[in-house]
């Protein structure tokens, strides 16, 4: 079964600091990985998208890097702020041809950032 | 660009009680969705529609229908709204659909009472 899954469900902290987040799917045949972030109350809106073939892509203070061997992705966040306090999803594309996509969305990340 | 756009913000429906939720974008994407987002739960796809007059369901589609008589507008409507209906939905668009990335709108909050 195709699954997306994100840790940790939740994190807490504090302005300035350093975070990972990771995200593990079992989705195949793979197609691309994105990351989005979502402000409570609104859309979630894209930071990256990767392919297969992409190891790093970086987004302002946002890094994601993606093992598909391992089918493992992170999202680094460097010098947090507290604008960053939002929930952080990853989706995983599934390549199964037409013009869906199959999108599979992980539960999000929810990130507390503390002055 | 006003992007996607979605309307009303917020609605409280009563069983058995019908609405549409509007979904409207003005960058010429072909493809369209509608995601359902229930607490604490990933995104789920109800329809989607690849251009104007073509639409197709997603993964939770029962008690849902959809149109897309123009490329900009994808209303959603709920006939016989039931409290299980009872989440956020997200209206999403976007051009190259498997690469590019979806521009969600801001959110419906249904509650179905």
């Known amino acids: 079964k195709n699954q997306v899954e994100q840790s940790p469900q939740s994190l807490i902290i504090l302005e300035g600091k350093n975070c990972t987040l990771q995200c593990n799917y079992t989705v195949s045949p793979f197609s691309n990985l994105r990351w989005y972030k979502q402000d409570t109350g609104r859309g979630p809106v894209s930071l990256t998208i990767m392919t297969f073939s992409e190891n790093t892509k970086s987004n302002g203070r946002y890094t994601a890097t993606l093992d598909a061997d391992t089918k493992q992705s992170s999202l680094h966040i460097t010098a947090s702020q507290l604008s960053d306090s939002a929930s952080y999803i990853c989706?995983?594309?599934?390549?199964?041809?037409?013009?869906?996509?199959?999108?599979?969305f992980g539960k999000g990340t929810k990130l507390s950032v503390k002055p | 660009n006003a992007g996607v756009t979605q309307t009303p913000k917020f609605r409280i429906l009563k069983i058995g009680q019908s609405m549409t939720l509007q979904c409207t974008q003005d960058?010429?994407?072909?493809?369209m969705y509608w995601y359902r987002q229930d607490p604490g739960m990933g995104l789920k796809l109800i329809y989607y529609s690849v251009g104007a007059g073509i639409t197709d369901k997603g993964e939770v589609p029962n008690g849902y229908n959809v149109s897309r008589s123009t490329t900009e507008d994808f209303p959603l409507r709920l006939e016989l709204a039931a409290p299980s209906q009872t989440s956020v939905y997200f209206c999403?668009?976007?051009?190259?659909?498997?690469?590019?990335?979806?521009?969600f709108g801001p959110g419906t909050r249904l509650t179905v009472l």
């Open positions: 999403a668009s976007s051009y190259l659909e498997r690469i590019n990335e979806q521009f």
């Open positions: 989706v995983v594309s599934a390549d199964y041809g037409g013009s869906q996509g199959n999108l599979i």
């Open positions: 960058m010429n994407h072909n493809y």
